[in-house]
């Protein structure tokens, strides 16, 4: 261990680790197992690594806190390739995992310098870019999940985005799992529902967008990509974790002037242990750096997991270009800002709390809570813009659904009681 080494913030990507050692492993020694298997180190002393090579490229343990099990390392950059998050992941994120001195390691955060943040191409459009392309310059942005998630035919799926967009809702996304089906084509469906898209703006005079899903194997998800921004599109959603990061950045690449709607579908298979696997935040921080203009980030009040504190910090993390929540404040006004998405469980009776919490600059999407209203799709779609209305005019929910019927069922329906699937 490097006791008193100063890290460079500039020079040298900063990680935060929790170690569990296995049983009989001096902690000490599991800290520096980690640094160099992920570095340069091996399991024994090398004839091939000389002492000038070891000193410019060796990871360094600076700090450590046994009782509290967490190991902090710092990585030169020279070990990192500019604009790769495969690289990345295969360094920190990599063999580590898998060695038997381990019982359980959580990379809890990564701090990157200024010139590797610059070596991505981060979001095309940002907060500010869709915002603009909504006509909405504050306002919290209504989205809308079509539910079934699966089992809709394309004519279907038109008809209730046109009656959703009609009331209010200003995003309508396909759910994770709705790529092409046999009972649901991808082509047909884009032009059918950007056909309902057009005539909606039409007639309401407010622009609607539709987030496809294009996620699939790369040749093909840019092919989908390609498809909708032929159709008049301007939204393409991707599952960065199925997809991967790499992925993503290909996706953005092609500069087809498309906004990039992730979703992290999957994300809990390696973030949900408190022991073992990475960070939401990390996930956010690299989708941030792949392209991602907007990301699923947790609701706090909704039936997906993500605790108060952690999805703050992730939301001001991909809004912000300093990052507040580490002493050494991470630059990353090379890239642009992602907008939040607040997505899982949602209802119009948890909008207020949801803004306290979260504020405004996110997209509050609604699934179960539009099209499990009593009164229909319609319905739900209005009363979750009477809630926005009202949040907007500082009236709470209960004294605004006095005079609004969607809202005053959808707060008799839901508030107060566990999220249930409709049969």
Known sequence: MQVGYKPDPNKEILTTFYVEPAAKVAFNEAAEAVAGESS????????TLSKGTAQKLQARVYFVDAKKKIVKIAYPLALFEPGSIPQFLSSI???IFSMKLINNLRLMDAEFPPKYIKSYQGPAFGISGIRKILKNKNKIILGSIIKPKVGLNPDQQAALSYEVWM????????DENLTSMSFNNFEERVKKVLAMRKKAEKETGKVKVYSANVTAPPDVMIERAKFVKKHGGRVVMVDIVSTGLDNVQFLRKQNLGLVIHGHRAGHSMFTRSSKHGMTMLVLAKLARLAGVDQLHTGTVVGKMDGTKEDVLTINQLLREDWNQFNALKENWSAVKPTLP???GGMHPGLLEKLVEILGTDLVANFGGGIHGHVDGSAAGARACFQAAEAVSKKVSLAEYAKTHEELHKALAQWSGVKYKYKR
């Open 93 to 95: 994120g990599g063999n």
């Open 40 to 47: 340069i180190g091996s399991w024994t002393d090398l004839n």
């Open 167 to 174: 009331n209010g809702i200003d995003l309508i996304k396909d």
């Open 341 to 343: 998405i607040a997505s």
